[in-house]
C-alpha cells in the first residue's frame, strides 16, 4: 500500500489542523493506521492510530483530548484533526500503516511496514 499525507502548514497557537492520510490499494480496512510526528531535534514518536476492523482508536497521552483520529475505509482515508494547537506540537507528521497490527503494537514505529512522506506542521506563538 502507498500512503499520501497531506494537509500540513503554518498555524498560530490555539488553532485547528486536520491532516489526511489517503491510502492506495485495497482492503483498507484491513490495515492499522497511524500518525506518528517528529520535532526538530527530536526523535519520531507515535501520535495517533486507528486499528484495522473495529477502528479501536490510540492516542499519545499528550495528545488526549486534543487529537482526534477517525477513517473512512470507503474513501481509504485516515484523518488527524488537531486542536488547540501548540508551539510544541510543530513537526513533520507522519502516516504509517500495517495489516492485522496486534493492538499490542500500535504505538510502535517498527511494526509498520509502510509510510507516507510527512507533512509539515508549523506552530507560532
Known amino acids: 500500500v502507498q500512503l499520501q499525507a497531506s494537509g500540513g502548514g503554518s498555524v498560530q497557537a490555539g488553532d485547528s489542523r486536520r491532516l489526511s492520510c489517503v491510502a492506495s490499494?485495497?482492503?483498507?480496512?484491513?490495515?492499522?493506521v497511524a500518525w506518528f510526528r517528529q520535532a526538530p531535534g527530536k526523535e519520531r514518536e507515535f501520535a495517533a492510530a486507528?486499528?484495522?476492523?473495529?477502528?479501536?482508536?490510540y492516542y499519545a497521552e499528550s495528545m488526549k483530548g486534543r487529537f482526534i483520529i477517525s477513517r473512512d475505509n470507503t474513501k481509504n482515508t485516515v484523518y488527524l484533526q488537531m486542536n488547540n494547537l501548540q508551539p510544541e506540537d510543530t513537526a513533520v507528521y507522519y502516516c504509517?500503516?500495517?495489516?492485522?497490527?496486534?493492538?499490542?503494537?500500535?504505538?510502535?514505529?517498527?511494526?509498520?511496514?509502510?509510510w507516507g512522506q510527512g507533512t509539515l506542521v508549523t506552530v507560532s506563538s
Open positions: 490499494g485495497r482492503a483498507f480496512n484491513h490495515y492499522t
Open positions: 504509517a500503516a500495517a495489516s492485522f497490527l496486534n493492538d499490542n503494537h500500535v504505538y510502535t514505529e517498527r511494526y509498520y511496514s509502510f
Open positions: 486507528s486499528s484495522y476492523g473495529v477502528g479501536t482508536t
